[in-house]
T-cell receptor, first 115, second 112 residues
């Protein structure tokens, strides 16, 4: 069966420090991969998505970047964190080739607090 | 992207049915209607999706209006574990990569 791993679960980082969040998927090949952020309150904002190795689409300009060095690995990074980067970060995957019907599976999230 | 409109919050009593509405008046003919829910401090989980016909699964039912400009997610007997934020999302033909664009959703509270 397919599983998604996201770590760490919580993270407290000082302003100006770098960030690296990792997400891996098991049990499937060539998944579509996504990074979302949820600020305090509701509303998930799509940050990046990827349909293959090295293929990254950015949805909003910001202080973050994403990379997909391997088929089932998706990394979210920042060189210098801002206070506004605080939030709940979620990684997700879906089966490719079914853009209108595929179910998305979410990880458990990383709660990032920038201090 | 076609947008959806949902009430900000709803209340229900335990063991009673819940009808969560969603308006999507600008839906196109190829847009699927998806519902996800997010329990506190967790990632969203898929609930159900449909195109034109009503759909049922073990979690819920989806009733789609004949003109497809609105839909209703039906929880047949609400439990305390159904307290969550419910998101109605449209997923269309030009959706590259199958990405989901979430709105604000409806926060459902369930009273014992």
């Amino acid at each position: 069966s397919q599983t998604i791993h996201q770590w760490p679960a919580t993270l407290v980082q000082p302003v100006g420090s770098p960030l690296s969040l990792e997400c891996t998927v098991e049990g499937t090949s060539n998944p579509n991969l996504y990074w979302y952020r949820q600020a305090a309150g509701r509303g998930l904002q799509l940050l990046f998505y990827s349909v293959g190795i090295g293929q990254i689409s950015s949805e909003v300009p910001q202080n973050l970047s994403a990379s997909r060095p391997q088929d089932r690995q998706f990394i979210l990074s920042s060189k210098k964190l801002l206070l506004s980067d605080s939030g709940f970060y979620l990684c997700a995957w879906s089966v490719p080739g079914q853009p209108r019907t595929a179910e998305a599976f979410f990880g458990q999230g990383t709660r990032l607090t920038v201090v | 992207d076609a947008k959806t409109t949902q009430p900000n919050s709803m209340e229900s009593n335990e063991e009673e049915p819940v009808h969560l509405p969603c308006n999507h008046s600008t839906i196109s003919g190829t847009d699927y209607i998806h519902w996800y829910r997010q329990l506190p401090s967790q990632g969203p989980e898929y609930v159900i999706h449909g195109l034109t016909s009503n759909v049922n699964n073990r979690m819920a039912s989806l009733a789609i209006a004949e003109d497809r400009k609105s839909s209703t997610l039906i929880l047949h007997r609400a439990t305390l574990r159904d307290a969550a934020v419910y998101y109605c999302i449209l997923n269309g033909r030009d959706n590259q990569g199958g990405k989901l664009i979430f709105g604000q959703g409806t926060e459902l509270s369930v009273k014992p």
